[in-house]
């Protein structure tokens, strides 16, 4: 079954970028989609297609995908943007969708 | 303004059954395929189950393959999972997600409902 990798946690300081990374075999060639999830919250949607974002979230979030890595970056980080990130695909090949494990964002 | 409210959870034993449901409102239900997704206690997101919107189409989770069944009643703007056989490791807070017109994603989810699976 298809793998999708994030690492554990990243940590950032306010007004700087994050970067949070997602691996898989050729991803470069799915779609992928990122969701933040506060504490205790359901997960929010916040970039799809790679790099589309939904309305209301803000430019500060973007996607891109290329080769074996995807990417979220997380422009002039907030105090407001430490959550947990999830990256997602659907595999085709198997008809099933997967997360990555997750990305804790700590905001310094 | 799109909702989804699940409902149907609580306790039960290891080798029991359960049924959730996801009301939803908002929006064209029948056109929207609806998917079941799960969160154990401190852990990450996991895909359980999607169904089209005319329940075409069905998928399944290997870890429950079996074991639950999805449903859907437009008329009812209503989408079921039907959960037997049971385990402690089912225990979640399990969310209902609208996928957006059939490409895959998330963009509405609702608030969960705990399902703890323990004697």
């Known amino acids: 079954s298809y793998v999708l990798t994030q690492p554990p946690s990243v940590s950032v300081a306010p007004g700087l970028t994050a970067r949070i990374t997602c691996g898989g075999n050729?991803?470069?060639?799915?779609?992928v989609h990122w969701y933040q999830q506060k504490p205790g919250q359901a997960p929010v949607l916040v970039v799809y297609d790679d790099s589309d974002r939904p309305s209301g979230i803000p430019e500060r979030f973007s996607g891109s995908n290329s080769g074996n890595a995807a990417t979220l970056t997380i422009s002039r980080v907030e105090a407001g943007d430490e959550a947990d990130y999830y990256c997602q695909v659907w595999d085709s090949s198997s008809d099933h969708l997967v997360f990555g494990g997750g990305t804790k964002l700590t905001v310094l | 303004e799109v909702q989804l409210v699940e409902s149907g959870g609580g306790l039960v034993k290891p080798g029991g059954s359960l049924r959730l449901s996801c009301a939803a409102s908002g929006f064209t239900f029948s056109s929207y395929s609806m998917n079941w997704v799960r969160q154990a206690p401190g852990k990450g997101l996991e895909w359980v189950s999607s169904?089209?919107?005319?329940?075409?189409?069905?998928y399944y989770a290997d870890s429950v393959k079996g074991r639950f069944t999805i449903s859907r009643d437009n008329a009812k703007k209503s989408v079921y999972l039907q959960m037997n056989s049971l385990r402690a490791e089912d225990t979640a807070v399990y969310y209902c997600a609208r996928d957006d017109l059939g490409r895959h994603y998330f963009d509405y989810w609702g608030q969960g409902t705990l399902v703890t699976v323990s004697s």
């Open positions: 169904i089209s919107s005319s329940s075409s189409y069905i």
């Open positions: 050729d991803i470069g060639y799915k779609s």
